[in-house]
């Protein structure tokens, strides 16, 4: 929670990049014991204690659904196919307001969907980021995997009001801008390349793949434009998120976005 408090803020700007990678490699980073608060405003709210992981079989769902999501290769190997964990897109295990949260989904799904036209469950969307973000395959919905990502979800939703979405749910929307993929080619070689390499390999643990083969797929939510410049807006450079203007970075997604990802092609990832 440190890091949460700490750069999300934007008080960072003093913290050494040593200490960013430090913290940049753990998992999530639960601070001391605190009073979980129910959020009506993302600023105030900390995640719940990991004291309150009940003991005993729930308690061990949580617990495998946290390293599912903060070391989804290694603890889900079967069904990923590139180098991300949740975490990486998911900020900090989940906990982030305009970092993709967790907290509070839950309780609002089941949801209609333009994208499939139908209503979907929590598992299914679940399932579309293993198909498309981690470029992998379905999981056993009742299997250990998935019981333990919903129980961890479930658990960090436990002060939430159900049916009510938390704020800085999702990406936040920019306005509609036209990115120039040169000027953002300049920007990721001053502020991203350090970390993600001029290659867009990622070095890991530092920080993932952006494109090439350990990367998201080009089905997925982060491949299109509009969301990525979101994302990289409120959350990137790690270091220093906020400090992008909105056109920097649709500039910037739009250089990410001219680099080669994974086809994605729906049969392969049944
Ligand atoms: C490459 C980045 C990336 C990775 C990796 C990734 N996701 Fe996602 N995920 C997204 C994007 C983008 C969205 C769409 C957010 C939006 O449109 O507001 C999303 C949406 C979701 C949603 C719906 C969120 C909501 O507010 O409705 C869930 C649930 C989810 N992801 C779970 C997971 C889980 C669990 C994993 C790991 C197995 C994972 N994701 C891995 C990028 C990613
Ligand atoms: C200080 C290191 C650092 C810098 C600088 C940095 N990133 Fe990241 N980036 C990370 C880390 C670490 C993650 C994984 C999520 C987290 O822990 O914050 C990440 C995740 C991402 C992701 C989602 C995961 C993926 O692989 O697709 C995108 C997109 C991204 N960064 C884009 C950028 C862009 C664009 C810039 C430059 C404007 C940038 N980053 C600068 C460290 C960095």
Same mark, same amino acid.
């Given at each position: ?20 990678? #430090? ?39 949580? &617990? #495998? ?12 190997? &079967? ?130 793949? #952006? ?32 400090? #992008? ?26």
């Amino acid at each position: 929670m440190i890091r949460v408090i700490a750069i999300r803020c934007g008080f960072v700007a003093a913290l050494a990049l040593s200490v960013l990678i #430090l913290f940049s490699t753990s998992a999530v980073s639960f601070g001391a014991p605190r009073t979980p608060q129910a959020a009506d405003s993302s600023k105030t709210w900390v995640a719940p204690d990991p004291a309150t992981i009940p003991a005993g079989p729930l308690g061990d769902s949580i &617990r #495998l659904g946290i390293q599912v999501f903060n070391e989804t290769p290694k603890y889900a190997e &079967r069904y990923v196919g590139n180098k991300l964990s949740c975490t990486h897109c998911h900020i900090d295990g989940g906990t982030v307001s305009k970092g993709m949260p967790m907290v509070g989904l839950p309780g609002i799904f089941p949801m209609y969907r333009d994208r499939e036209k139908s209503v979907i469950t929590f598992e299914e969307r679940i399932q579309q980021c293993f198909q498309r973000s981690e470029t992998g395959h379905r999981l056993p919905n009742d299997g250990p995997e998935m019981t333990g990502l919903v129980a961890y979800a479930q658990w960090l939703s436990k002060d939430q009001v159900t049916g009510r979405p938390f704020p800085g749910r999702g990406l936040v929307e920019l306005p509609e801008l036209n990115g120039d993929a040169a000027k953002g080619s300049e920007i990721y070689t001053e502020q991203c390349a350090v970390c993600h390499g001029a290659d867009g390999a990622g070095k890991l643990p530092v920080a993932p793949a #952006l494109w090439g083969p350990n990367s998201y797929s080009d089905g997925a939510g982060m491949n299109q434009i509009a969301k990525m410049a979101a994302f990289v807006q409120h959350n990137m450079p790690q270091n220093q998120p906020d400090s #992008l203007t909105p056109q920097e970075a649709y500039d910037v997604a739009t250089y990410i976005h001219s680099k080669p990802h994974t086809v994605f092609v729906m049969k392969d990832h049944m």
